[in-house]
């Protein structure tokens, strides 16, 4: 049996995925991103997992898409199957927090694939970089719409037209990650975050993820008003009132995430 191209564990409440194409730098082919996909939609659907954790290897988070696999697609070929929405969308629809940690390359699909997790965490050694220019292409996966959100236009401009790459501490002033850690402690460091995560209330959770990601979309009137019926729907949880209890009466709180 060929070896999986990602590696899937259970950490407590925490789902580890690996990328493990190692010897191509994890580049993302189809049967990698639907290995993913559907590891992470079974961790979604796992009510023993609370959030999640993508990495890479030391060398490479991933260093893009397949060059090998895309490179003789024509353009009908690429408009009629949609290239890349088939897998690449997974990410999107998992409703659990994902946490990248990213060592080594992140390079286009790669940058791409790390953006579209909720928290990216980096290792000292991280180089983030769209440089599908160089190819004589653009990113495909939300890299001109998503390193913008995070960087602002003047940066994501210059990474996107030089192609250049972005080391983890510019990454980190730039806003793109929330820490940089040692690379021997990237993993521990981002399996702590996501059990922090993972051990509170899964409906709050779930509600913080979808609030924060409602103001990227939607103008701030109508992103107020989704945050607030969220909040309100939170008192309909009995975690609400254990957290809050567990306050009053001085001791931690127990959630039994509903
Ligand atoms: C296919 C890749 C690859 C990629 C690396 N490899 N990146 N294969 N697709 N994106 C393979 C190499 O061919 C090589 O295979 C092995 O991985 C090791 O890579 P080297 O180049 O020998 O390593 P190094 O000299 O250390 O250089 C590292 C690197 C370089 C700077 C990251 O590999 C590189 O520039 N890679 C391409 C980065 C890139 O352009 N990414 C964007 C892709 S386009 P062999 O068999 O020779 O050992 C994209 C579009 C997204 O992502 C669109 C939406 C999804």
Redesign the pocket.
Known sequence: MSEALVLVENRGRVGLLTLNRP???N???DALMDELGAALLAFDADPDIGAMVITGSE??F?????????KDLTYVEAYASD??TRN?ETLRRIRKPVIAAVAG?A??????LAMMCDILVAAETA?F????I??G?I???G?TQRLPRAVGKAKAMDLVLT?R?MDAAEAERAGLVSRVVAADKLLDEAIEMATVIASMSLPSVMMAKEAVNRAFEAPLAEGMQFERRLFHSLFGTQDQREGMDAFIAKRPPSFRHK
């Open positions: 010897k191509a730098l580049a993302l082919n060398k490479a991933a260093a893009g898409a397949d060059i090998g696999a895309m290239f890349i690449w390359y390079l286009g699909g790669g940058c791409e180089r970089g769209q440089p599908e160089k190819l292409i990113p495909g996966a890299g192609g790459l």
